[in-house]
């Protein structure tokens, strides 16, 4: 354990005796190139499949998703396209709700 850290001191000092000068230091570390930036930037065109989805509802113009055919798949209250339903699981229920008891008994 001694020689692991001994080895990571001496990688440590190496590191600290390069000379940096004139070099830009970094704001994270991530890709600051202009390629770089350009792939992380969202555009558009990378939204417009989202976007496509989406329906103009109402007076103010607000965008509403449409519902995915998995989404509409679900019917009743919790019950799922593979007739899985989680409240089963739960030792108390309140309609369609779990029940957690907190505070001592």
């Known amino acids: 354990m001694i020689r692991v850290l001994q080895s990571q001191l001496h990688f440590v000092r190496d590191i600290q005796s390069v000379d940096t000068s004139g070099v830009e230091p970094l704001r994270s570390i991530r890709d ?12 558009l065109e990378t ?34 396209v593979d007739g ?12 369609g709700f779990f029940v957690v008891r907190s505070g001592k008994e």
């Not at 930036?37 to 969202?42: N, R, S």
């Not at 496509?52 to 607000?62: C, I, L, M, N, Y």
């Open 47 to 80: 939204l417009r499949e989202a976007l496509a989805q989406e329906d103009v509802f109402g007076h103010s113009k607000r965008p509403r998703r449409r519902r995915r055919e998995s989404e509409e798949a679900v019917s009743g209250a919790g019950q799922e």
């Open 32 to 43: 600051e190139t202009r390629e770089g930036l350009a792939e992380a930037t969202i555009g």
């Open 84 to 95: 899985w339903d989680p409240l089963q699981t739960a030792s108390r229920t309140a309609g």
